[in-house]
């Protein structure tokens, strides 16, 4: 079992910047992938942006160039960090773990950016 914490949520003005951390705990061996999703309301929930273990990184084309996702592999922690936010930014954002035959899923914590 993998546990997810996520951190670093909460309301922010339109073109703000937030910074979210997701510490992983359990059985974090073999974790091939971090990553972030957020679903707003009444909408699937998407894919924000991946780390591979590796270092390796993808992200949505809504987001690119306005969010870096990096990760502390001694830590077993994933951040987002979150620049020019926009309002249609807002959503509930969840960490992801990626361990090829399963993944796990945090709590979610809310981000809502004003405008």
């Known amino acids: 079992q993998v546990q997810l914490v996520e951190s670093g949520g909460g309301l922010v003005q339109a073109g703000g910047s937030l910074r979210l951390s997701c510490a992983a705990s359990?059985?974090?061996?073999?974790?091939?992938?971090m990553g972030w999703y957020r679903q707003a309301p009444e909408k699937q929930r998407e894919l924000v942006a991946t780390?591979?273990?590796?270092?390796?990184?993808n992200y949505a084309d809504s987001v690119k160039g306005r969010f870096t996702i990096s990760r502390d592999n001694a830590k077993n922690t994933v951040y987002l960090q979150m620049n020019s936010l926009k309002p249609e930014d807002t959503a509930v954002y969840y960490c992801?773990?990626?361990?090829?035959?399963?993944?796990?899923w945090g709590q979610g914590t809310q981000v809502t950016v004003a405008s």
């Open positions: 780390i591979t273990s590796g270092g390796s990184t």
């Open positions: 359990g059985s974090t061996f073999s974790i091939r992938a």
């Open positions: 992801n773990a990626d361990k090829g035959y399963r993944y796990y």
